[in-house]
């Protein structure tokens, strides 16, 4: 079994993109291996207001983007070259992930954390969903071994949301400081928006490593 953690935020485009290589790499490349993929937080926006934060304005703000079109275009074309129809004018909003990364972190004892990572991904990016309200999660979490009741006290719980700062923090002093962030086996470290080959190459590297002892 190769073990991964990856580190991620919601509203990251790169994270998607990664996610979505890293189960593409996985699935083409490595059938017959079988993989443990454990999530991490990171925040990129802890402070956001439950409102969310409009996308164009932040571009504006924080990166000098006048045109959110020209900022999309490389994530965008990425994602496309991978299979994944990414178009990221659906959604305007940066919401707080505390209550996402809440659920997720509690789907790790279920077995499906993974899965849901990615599905409260794709409802945020490919649907357009306010990830930040708890019936849109519980509707998600549904799915993945939750039932809604349960899916919307986590997600409300507001030492499930210090739970995921706590373990943000530990992301940031473990030395995330770029999203997607990959760690193969305790060993391979690779972060950022890297490309299928890449992914796959610190796939095979884990595996030698692991070989080797």
Same mark, same amino acid.
């Given at each position: 079994?190769?073990?991964?953690?990856?580190?991620?935020?919601?509203?990251?485009?790169?994270?998607?993109?990664?996610?979505?290589?890293?189960?593409?790499?996985?699935?083409?490349?490595?059938?017959?291996?079988?993989?443990?993929?454990?999530?991490?937080?990171?925040?990129?926006?802890?402070? /956001?207001?439950? #409102?969310?934060? *409009?996308?164009? =304005?932040?571009?504006?703000? %924080?990166?000098? +983007?006048? &045109? !959110?079109?020209?900022?999309?275009?490389?994530?965008?074309?990425?994602?496309?070259?991978?299979?994944?129809?990414?178009?990221?004018?659906?959604?305007?909003?940066?919401?707080?992930?505390?209550?996402?990364?809440?659920?997720?972190?509690?789907?790790?004892?279920?077995?499906?954390?993974?899965?849901?990572?990615?599905?409260?991904?794709?409802?945020?990016?490919?649907?357009?969903?306010?990830?930040?309200?708890?019936?849109?999660? /519980?509707?998600? #979490?549904?799915? *993945?071994?939750? =039932?809604?009741?349960?899916? %919307?006290?986590? +997600?409300? &719980? !507001?030492?499930?949301?210090?739970?995921?700062?706590?373990?943000?923090?530990?992301?940031?002093?473990?030395?995330?400081?770029?999203?997607?962030?990959?760690?193969?086996?305790?060993?391979?470290?690779?972060?950022?928006?890297?490309?299928?080959?890449?992914?796959?190459?610190?796939?095979?590297?884990?595996?030698?490593?692991?070989?080797?002892?």
């Amino acid at each position: 079994m190769l073990k991964i953690e990856l580190y991620t935020e919601i509203t990251c485009p790169w994270c998607i993109i990664g996610q979505h290589r890293l189960d593409k790499v996985l699935a083409e490349r490595f059938s017959g291996l079988v993989a443990d993929i454990r999530h991490h937080p990171v925040l990129l926006l802890p402070d /956001a207001p439950a #409102a969310g934060v *409009y996308i164009p =304005d932040l571009l504006r703000s %924080r990166y000098g +983007a006048a &045109d !959110p079109k020209a900022a999309f275009a490389r994530p965008e074309g990425a994602a496309r070259a991978s299979g994944l129809d990414l178009d990221l004018s659906r959604q305007a909003w940066a919401y707080p992930t505390q209550a996402a990364h809440a659920l997720i972190l509690a789907a790790r004892e279920r077995g499906t954390q993974h899965r849901l990572a990615v599905a409260i991904s794709e409802a945020y990016f490919l649907e357009a969903k306010n990830i930040a309200d708890t019936d849109v999660l /519980a509707d998600i #979490a549904i799915d *993945y071994g939750f =039932d809604r009741a349960e899916a %919307r006290a986590i +997600a409300l &719980d !507001p030492a499930q949301h210090e739970r995921v700062e706590q373990e943000a923090a530990r992301s940031a002093v473990a030395g995330v400081h770029s999203v997607p962030h990959f760690v193969f086996v305790g060993r391979v470290a690779i972060s950022g928006g890297r490309s299928e080959d890449e992914i796959a190459a610190a796939v095979e590297d884990a595996i030698q490593a692991t070989a080797v002892g």
